[in-house]
């Protein structure tokens, strides 16, 4: 039996979608992300809603168009801080809040994307 992936369980595609779309707007308007991103945050969107489709367990749509991931190596020509990375998070919980009804499931999803964006720290400098 095949365990149910999160991306199922909050409802699949259409999730995914909204999630980004919640997502988004919030980062482009938070003063420590917003510097970091392209004036049009569309390519991104794209991207990211095909990663996390897969990061959740669904179609491996990044790695199909992309290639593989290699995503921290992806973002090691940004200066990612740690204040970076819990503002890049507190974005995604307010997007979770919004689009994911199951606060357990947001618990846990939020949980593995909190390992990910430490991770993805690449200064401890406070730039910008
Ligand atoms: C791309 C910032 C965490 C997934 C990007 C870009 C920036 C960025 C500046 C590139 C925009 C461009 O194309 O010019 C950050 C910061 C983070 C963070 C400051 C804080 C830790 C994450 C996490 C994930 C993620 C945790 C996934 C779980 C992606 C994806 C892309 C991307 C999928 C598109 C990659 C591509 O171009 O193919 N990020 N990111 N990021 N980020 Fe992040």
């Known amino acids: 039996e095949r365990p149910v992936s999160y991306y ?12 980004v779309e919640a997502f988004y707007p919030r980062v482009i308007e938070h003063p420590l992300l917003a510097p970091l991103f ?10 990211q809603e095909m990663f996390l489709t897969q990061y959740f367990g669904g179609p491996q749509l990044y ?11 992806r973002h090691i020509r940004f200066p990612i801080t740690p204040d970076r990375a819990t503002a890049w998070l507190s974005c995604m919980q307010q997007a979770m809040d919004e689009v994911i009804e199951d606060s357990m499931l947001r618990e846990q999803m939020m ?16 730039e910008a």
């Open 111 to 126: 949980e593995r994307l909190a390992m990910t964006a430490y991770f993805f720290v690449n200064t401890e400098e406070h």
């Open 63 to 73: 790695t199909m168009r992309e290639g593989h991931p290699r995503m921290r190596a």
């Open 8 to 19: 199922e369980q909050v409802g699949g595609a259409p999730t995914m979608r909204a999630l």
């Open 38 to 47: 392209p004036e049009d945050i569309h390519p991104v969107m794209e991207k």
